[in-house]
């Protein structure tokens, strides 16, 4: 089983940067994948970016390449998502998951786990 609390959201003007956090429960965090997804509202949730297991391989949504990055500290059971020249368009709830398949899947239905979600707002 494995737990994941997300923070780091807030109210940010357009250009601007936020780092979001994901603390894992759990000794078994290396060996989750973990991704990031975001949903605004009236819309479904949207993939944003996974870190794999091993060697962290990352990969990105189209929309946010170049401009987000994600990382992992398997020491602290953490994964970030940085995300620097926000726009009005990346304002949505975002949520932290994980998953242990040995394939790099954007689909959320391939994610086991899923936090509660953090509040992004970008303003123009």
């Known amino acids: 089983q494995v737990q994941l609390v997300e923070s780091g959201g807030g109210l940010v003007q357009a250009g601007g940067s936020l780092r979001l956090s994901c603390a894992a429960s759990g000794r078994t965090f290396s060996s989750a994948a973990m991704g990031w997804f975001r949903q605004a509202p009236g819309k479904e949730r949207e993939f944003v970016a996974t870190a794999s297991q091993i060697g962290g391989s990352t990969y990105y949504a189209d929309s946010v390449k170049g401009r987000f990055i994600i990382s992992r500290d398997n020491a602290k059971n953490t994964v970030y998502l940085q995300m620097n020249s926000l726009k009005p368009e990346d304002t949505a709830v975002y949520y932290c998951?994980?998953?242990?398949?040995?394939?790099?899947?954007?689909?959320?239905?391939?994610?086991?786990?899923w936090g509660q979600g953090t509040q992004v707002t970008v303003s123009s």
């Open positions: 998951a994980a998953h242990r398949k040995w394939l790099r899947t954007t689909a959320p239905d391939d994610y086991d786990y």
